[in-house]
């Protein structure tokens, strides 16, 4: 997919796969608009693309429809002996079958403005949430304009809103047998959902509640000083950068979002799965190549060297921590802790009519209680979740 892995990257597994093999790698690179209908044809027809670079929540739609390869066979062998982060294997498993393998991933974190926590007398990054509360009250006492946000938060980012979900012990939906249950209003949702409203309510400025990362931009308003810190992935930094360019590297610090559990919490994991088409005439050549994409000796020298990315393994992880910055360490650090949106066929549905953003901002916003808005989200997610993709 356009944005994921450099030509260097893939010129580098594709040489040692040649190498092994004496066979040879088309590559041929996809945009995201309009993908999902290209690669459903694909793999229906008599010869598919034997490997795939498939977005972590798209796998059970491709696996539902019969289009990917049980790997469930050669989980052990292509593993190599690594524990492959939660976010990424957990969608890629339908039914307790492996669809797809891991191959890297993207979380989110806070980051934060460093000179504006100092001026506010807050030194190092918080470790727990009572630390960031008070280091946020820090902030508030520094900065007490009205359109100021101590850490700004959009109510319909429900990416961030989940992690206080699953750090209370709830989750999205569960399921049993064939049948997907919305599980919001559960007694362990709806004190995560709880803790989301006074959080987002006390440090975000009212106007945020009803609004997106993106429309207004959230990295513009961190970049203008109406925020000293925001919830976000590493490749955001770039464009905080680009917006505001005093704001250099060392003046850019990140921490994982610690939770009231006094763990971190739990992030959802973005990145990509790769998968072997059903129909696949070279399943042998496949298995090889995606073998060496997800090695531990490509997920360093390539993964995190070149592309910075998190690697797919909490081994992978572990071993980066000698080669990444401080800045890139609140990310690594925060995929430790990972969950994943249900691995129904009919995910996409869910995401794509935004119930769940309106689930988090009708709460940030006061319109709804978190019991009220669980009840409307159960409903709709119930219908969506054992619907035919």
């Not at 040692?16 to 694909?42: C, H, L, M, P, Y």
């Not at 949702?189 to 709880?194: K, T, V």
Request: glycine fraction near 8%.
């Amino acid at each position: 997919m356009e944005g994921d892995y450099s030509d260097a990257t893939l010129k580098a597994i594709n040489a040692e796969f040649t190498q092994r093999t004496k066979a040879k790698v088309n590559v041929q690179i996809q945009s995201w608009d309009g993908v999902s209908t290209k690669i459903t044809t694909a793999l229906a027809t008599s010869s598919p693309p034997d490997v795939l670079d498939i977005g972590n929540t798209q796998v059970a739609s491709y696996a539902a429809n019969g289009g990917l390869k049980d790997l469930t066979p050669f989980a052990e062998d292509l593993q190599q002996g690594q524990k492959w982060l939660p976010g990424l294997v957990e969608p890629a498993t339908v039914d307790g079958k492996l669809y797809a393998v891991p191959g890297f991933a993207g979380a989110r974190a806070v980051v934060y403005n460093k000179d504006m926590w100092k001026k506010a007398g807050v030194g190092e990054p918080p470790a727990t949430f009572e630390e960031l509360t008070q280091a946020l009250d820090k902030v508030r006492a520094a900065n007490p304009s009205s359109d100021f946000s101590p850490l700004y938060f959009p109510g319909q980012n429900w990416y961030a809103g989940m992690q206080f979900v699953w750090d209370a012990g709830g989750d999205i939906a569960t399921r049993s047998g064939s049948k997907w249950t919305s599980s919001s209003s559960s007694g362990a949702a709806q004190a995560g959902l709880a803790d989301f409203r006074a959080f987002q309510n006390k440090y975000s400025t009212p106007a945020s509640g009803t609004v997106d990362p993106l429309n207004p931009d959230q990295t513009q308003i961190f970049a203008d000083g109406k925020a000293s810190a925001i919830i976000t992935t590493s490749g955001y930094i770039g464009q905080i950068k680009k917006a505001n360019p005093a704001l250099t590297d060392d003046k850019l610090g990140t921490f994982p979002f610690p939770g009231k559990s006094g763990k971190s919490q739990p992030v959802m994991l973005g990145g990509s799965d790769w998968g072997i088409a059903a129909r696949s005439t070279k399943a042998d050549l496949a298995l090889q190549w995606t073998k060496i994409a997800a090695s531990p000796a490509v997920q360093m020298k390539w993964i995190v060297g070149q592309e910075g990315f998190i690697p797919n393994s909490v081994q992978g992880i572990e071993t980066a921590r000698t080669k990444i910055t401080d800045q890139q360490e609140g990310f690594f650090d925060a995929a430790l802790n990972s969950k994943a949106t249900p691995a129904s066929p009919a995910w996409a549905k869910l995401e794509g009519n935004k119930d769940i953003n309106t689930l988090f901002s009708s709460i940030a916003s006061g319109k709804k209680t978190p019991k009220q808005a669980a009840s409307a989200f159960d409903a709709a997610a119930d219908k969506a979740l054992n619907s035919t993709p």
